[in-house]
C-alpha cells in the first residue's frame, strides 16, 4: 500500500473514532501516577495544589479556544460528526486566521493541561508525540478533502495559515458575530470532561494510592467534589436545553 493511502485509511479510521481514542494513552498513564505521588511529598501540600490550579488554567484555556472558534464559525462547518467530512463553507476568519486547526489545538491544551498536572515528564514526553502522530493522520485527511473541495482557495490559505502554532500577526475579525447560544449547544461537554479529569486524578492519587478516608478526603478537598457538581449541573441543564428545547439554537449555525 502506498504511504499516501495509507495516511488516507489511518486518518479516516481515526477522524471516525477520534473522540475515544486517546482514550487509550490512560493505560500509560497508570504507572505514572505512583510517581506522582513520590514528586508531591517533595513538593509539598501547598506547591502542589498550585501546581495543580496552573495545570487546570491551561486545560481550560484549551476549551476557551474551542469557543472561540465554535463561537463564531456558520453552519456546516467544523462539526462532531464522525461517519463522514463535510464542509458547505471554508473557514479563513477569526481562530481559523491565525492556525489551520484551532479545534484541535484547543484539545491538544486541555488534555495537555491534564498530562502535566501529573509532574511525571517521561509520560508528557509521550503524549505529545502521540498526540501529533495521532493527529497529523486526521488533518491530512481532512485536507486532502477540503483541497478537493474549495481548490486554489483552500490552497492558498493553507499556504500562508499554520497548521497547529498560531500566527497572530495574520489575525482577520470573524465574518460572523459571536454566538453564545452555539458554544452553550456545542461545546457544553468541555467544561464537565475537564473536571472530571481533575476529580479522577485526586480520587485515584488520594484515596486510590495515599489511601486516605473517603469521608475525610470529601471534606478537606471539597473542591474538586464542587467543581465537578457545579459542572455537571451545567452538562444537564444544557443537555436538555438541546435536546428538549430550541432555546439555544440559532439560525445559521452548526
Known amino acids: 500500500m502506498k504511504l499516501k493511502d495509507r495516511f488516507g485509511r489511518d486518518g ?3 477522524f471516525r473514532w477520534r473522540s475515544y481514542l486517546p482514550l487509550a494513552f490512560l493505560t500509560f498513564a497508570i504507572p505514572a501516577f505512583f510517581q506522582t ?19 487546570m488554567a491551561i486545560s481550560y484555556t484549551g476549551l476557551l479556544v474551542r469557543c472561540l472558534t465554535i463561537g463564531f464559525i456558520p453552519a456546516g462547518t467544523s462539526g462532531r460528526g464522525t461517519k463522514r467530512q463535510k464542509a458547505e463553507v471554508l473557514n ?54 477540503l483541497s478537493a473541495r474549495f481548490g486554489k482557495i483552500y490552497d492558498d490559505w493553507s499556504a500562508r495559515t499554520p497548521v497547529f502554532i498560531p500566527n ?13 447560544k452555539t458554544v452553550l449547544r456545542r461545546e457544553y461537554h468541555g467544561a464537565l470532561a475537564i473536571a472530571a479529569a481533575y476529580f479522577l486524578i485526586e480520587v485515584i492519587l488520594d484515596i486510590g494510592i495515599k489511601r486516605e478516608s473517603w469521608s475525610i478526603w470529601v471534606v478537606e478537598d471539597y473542591l474538586w467534589v464542587y467543581l465537578l457538581l ?9 443537555m436538555v436545553l438541546k435536546k428538549r428545547t430550541r432555546l439555544l439554537n440559532v439560525s445559521g449555525r452548526e
Not at 37 to 55: K, N, P, R
Not at 96 to 104: D, K, T
Not at 106 to 112: E, H, I, P, S, T
Not at 168 to 180: C, E, G, N, V, Y
Open 168 to 180: 497572530f500577526a495574520l489575525w482577520k475579525p470573524a465574518a460572523l458575530p459571536f454566538s453564545r
Open 230 to 238: 457545579v459542572c455537571s449541573v451545567l452538562y444537564t441543564t444544557l
Open 37 to 55: 505521588v513520590q514528586t508531591e511529598d517533595v513538593m509539598g501540600e501547598e506547591l502542589s495544589h498550585a501546581w495543580v490550579f496552573f495545570c
Open 12 to 14: 479516516a479510521f481515526l
Open 92 to 145: 479563513t476568519t477569526g481562530m481559523y486566521s491565525i492556525v489551520r486547526n484551532p479545534l484541535y489545538l484547543g484539545n491538544f491544551l486541555a488534555m495537555l493541561g491534564v498530562v502535566v498536572s501529573l509532574m511525571v515528564w517521561w509520560l508528557v514526553a509521550i503524549f505529545v508525540l502521540a498526540y501529533w502522530l495521532y493527529i497529523e493522520r486526521i488533518i491530512w485527511t481532512e485536507e486532502e478533502f
